[in-house]
């Protein structure tokens, strides 16, 4: 081959190579190897057959040498060629570039002519070359797009059949949705929670006052019975009545006799001589919520306790907890609920406004 050809050659090979697929590259390279040997073999064939063909010079190119001497070509016709060794010859008065040939109409057309079958083998082996490479890539290509495919396929078919994400491919998990935010709500409804119009039921208020009675041992089954038991005392217990008997009070079978107390006793107000009640405080927590209700104190207030108190405006009772507890509130007392848990009621004959809350911290 000559020197043009070889260069085209070589950067054909460079210019494929980068785009060998990572799994074929090793291949495709050694193949491109064998090809570059398999020229350079041809080329030297040639250069061989060349150098062995002997034509007479043309007698029309006007060279003043010998019949059947070599001549150079084109420009140095008429300077006879120079033996270096055996197998060599070049100009001895022209340019080394132009080697020794026999006379004809162009330079090097012998030797051209009979490269043209060597070009045009490597020539279909390159072109043999690309189109695998192109094969190759069109391959990968096509199994990526398989393999989405098939993830949502899979993706789509674990849904369906509802598979524990710790069950599925790396690939494919998603975390599970934040939970939902539970909203505070009242205390469902419950038989312990009703009393009449009357009572002037306040669901989530604990009310104040002087004390009547000790309410963690006097323990009805609804807020209607409750409200029952203040007005027994407020009919009965007046001053000056004495420790007379109000009211004979039910609890889980056992009837227990209640009496008129003397004094009556609060947080705010200190003790004191005992009036009749007009207002109430009822635990209603059923037992599968707990049972409970939260105070700010050192008890333990659970359901059913019956606190029977007197204020002196009933129309509008102080509550020293209503509504929900405030956040500061409940930092400081961390075992509170979101929700005041007691309701209460007053005796009041017209409608009754809660003054409050006034929390005690």
């Known amino acids: 081959l000559g020197r043009d050809q070889l260069d085209r050659l070589h950067f054909r090979i460079q210019q494929a190579a980068p785009t060998a697929p990572a799994y074929d590259l090793t291949m495709v390279r050694a193949s491109k190897a064998m090809l570059v040997i398999l020229g350079l073999s041809l080329a030297l064939l040639v250069g ?29 016709r008429s300077a006879p060629c120079q033996q270096v060794s055996r197998s060599t010859s070049v100009c001895a008065a022209c340019d080394s570039s132009y080697a020794c040939h026999p006379a004809g109409p162009s330079r090097h057309a012998a030797a051209r002519a009979s490269e043209a079958p060597g070009v045009e083998l490597v020539g279909n082996l390159l072109r043999a070359a690309q189109l695998r490479e192109a094969a190759v890539a069109q391959s990968i290509q096509d ?60 669901a989530h208020a604990g009310y104040s006052g002087g004390s009547l009675n000790w309410g963690m041992s006097f323990k009805v089954a609804s807020a209607q019975e409750c409200c029952t038991a203040c007005r027994a005392h407020a009919a009965t217990c007046i001053p000056g009545a004495g420790a007379v008997a109000y009211l004979n009070r039910t609890w889980h079978g056992r009837v227990v006799q209640e009496h008129c107390a003397k004094e009556m006793s609060s947080n705010e107000l200190g003790t004191h001589a005992a009036q009749p009640c007009n207002v109430f405080v009822y635990c209603p927590t059923p037992l599968s919520e707990g049972g409970l209700c939260w105070s700010n104190d050192v008890w333990n207030h659970t359901s059913g306790e019956c606190w029977l108190k007197h204020q002196p405006r009933p129309e509008r009772p102080h509550a020293g907890a209503y509504g929900a507890y405030p956040s500061g509130y409940r930092k400081k007392h961390r075992t509170a609920p979101p929700l005041v848990q007691w309701m209460s009621g007053s005796l009041h004959t017209g409608p009754a406004t809660v003054d409050g809350p006034h929390w005690h911290w």
């Open 48 to 76: 061989v057959r060349v150098a062995s063909r002997r034509r007479p010079p043309n007698p029309n190119s006007g060279s003043r040498a010998a019949p059947g001497v070599p001549m150079c070509w084109p420009v140095c």
């Open 143 to 202: 199994a990526g797009a398989r393999l989405a495919s098939a993830r949502a396929n899979l993706s789509r078919a674990a849904a369906l059949l509802a598979v524990p994400p710790r069950q599925l491919p790396l690939a494919l998990r998603r975390p599970p949705p934040p939970p939902a935010a539970t909203p505070i709500s009242v205390l469902p409804p419950n038989p312990a929670t009703y009393a009449d119009a009357s009572c002037h039921p306040m």
